[in-house]
């Protein structure tokens, strides 16, 4: 997994059927790399998530073949 | 996902038979990277997309085994 | 799989369900990328590890599906 | 999928039985990265491909487990 | 599918069960990548050599969820 921080949201209206109804956040890493994660946990900008990658993220989505390679599976903990 | 931008098309005339008919869009991502994408949606040059990536990419074509890794599955709302 | 160095540890009490419980160290690889990786051996800070990553690594749960996509398997022998 | 460059052919006599006969190509990338990939169209030296990497390369050999993760399949068009 | 060269073995005593035994090789990518390969075919010290990765690599071992990520598949064929 990878640790990132939220930076954004995006839209798509027009998408893939198969794409599930929810919030498509975008995270940046450590590294600086960005990417777009489904989130199911209702998170917020500038939050540090989890991200897991790959057909495991899709894996999420039981009984449904499900095109996202990339989902957010926890808050990540933060003294603050 | 990854973000990034439609920038052209390929043709591939001598092409494996799984390989499904359909359009091929060159993306570039924010980082500089390219990829031939999949476009299922009928994208335009320049339009900004959301591309999976993998074995999900392939399982949008349920009940083939489709030798695609990259697939737009959604096309990104910008206020224009 | 890539060797890497236990370097911290992370804490996620929001998380979905899948998740399972254990510990998610924060490793490094040689090279300098961090990742997270689900520990099933107990493995202290300053350890050298071995990570696999990608759907082999949700593999380890057997019968579920399980969001995780990178295991440490094994602490790497060193002489010291 | 990526677009690369056929740039050489390697060879290997003690292999696993389970990779399939048949030519195994390098190919360059546009960002000058090199990979190996299975041909089963025959490709030559200097053609432009469309190369699959990951479970969907394996995916092409139906019915078997085939250690093959990136396949050329596709010939790209060029003008000359 | 990569081309390496075997540059070290690593052993690891403490270890989830289901890694088999063998060998696993360190490698080193033309790029200057390093990665940590299963052996199956009793490869040596500069050897060049042919890695697959991913879900394929585990695909080798039939009938057994084994988290190996990365396979020697074949030594490559060079002139001497």
Known sequence: MIQARVIGKVWSSRRVESLPRGALLEVETEGGAKMIAF???GCDA????LVTQG???A???A????PV???IIGSIDEDK
Chains 1, 2, 3, 4, 5 share one sequence.
């Not at 500038?46 to 998530?49: C, F, I, P």
């Not at 009984?63 to 499900?66: D, E, T």
């Open 39 to 41: 989130d199911p946990l």
């Open 46 to 49: 500038g939050e540090a998530v």
């Open 55 to 57: 057909s495991v993220a």
């Open 59 to 61: 894996g999420y989505f």
């Open 63 to 66: 009984g449904r073949a499900v």
């Open 69 to 71: 390679d990339a989902l």
